[in-house]
């Protein structure tokens, strides 16, 4: 599955932005689709998930109330819309995607070593 990450930019304190991520592959309604993000310095942290029915979704703590996950199996096209951003949401935003039966609690969904596929990012730079 090759993963193609877009949508970021630079947006100011307040602002939103929506990345995308499109999949190459036609099973994609099989893959749970996840956003990590990774500022400078720092470790790779959890976003977003969403399972493969689209009803069932997971947040950091951090981005809860502000992002929301979604998808569109028809277009193999998972999306983060994100508002309210803040400086500390400055990173890379990868998407990955990883087979739904590895996945058989909700909390694996934030474990990065459970998503097989990586798409390659998109810098997200949020100004005060």
């Known amino acids: 599955v090759q993963l193609q990450a877009s949508g970021g930019g630079l947006v100011q304190a307040g602002g939103s932005l929506r990345l995308s991520c499109a999949a190459s592959?036609?099973?994609?309604?099989?893959?749970?689709m996840g956003w990590f993000r990774q500022a400078p310095g720092k470790e790779r942290e959890f976003v977003a998930a969403?399972?493969?029915?689209?009803?069932?979704?997971n947040y950091a703590d951090s981005v809860k109330g502000r992002f929301t996950i979604s998808r569109d199996n028809a277009k193999n096209t998972a999306y983060l819309q994100m508002n309210s951003l803040k400086p500390e949401d400055t990173a890379v935003y990868y998407c990955?995607?990883?087979?739904?039966?590895?996945?058989?609690?909700?909390?694996?969904?934030?474990?990065?070593?459970?998503?097989?596929?990586w798409g390659q990012g998109t810098l997200v730079t949020v100004s005060s």
């Open positions: 990955a995607a990883g087979q739904s039966h590895f996945f058989t609690l909700i909390v694996m969904s934030t474990w990065y070593r459970k998503y097989t596929f």
């Open positions: 592959e036609r099973t994609f309604s099989n893959y749970v």
């Open positions: 969403i399972f493969t029915n689209g009803d069932t979704t």
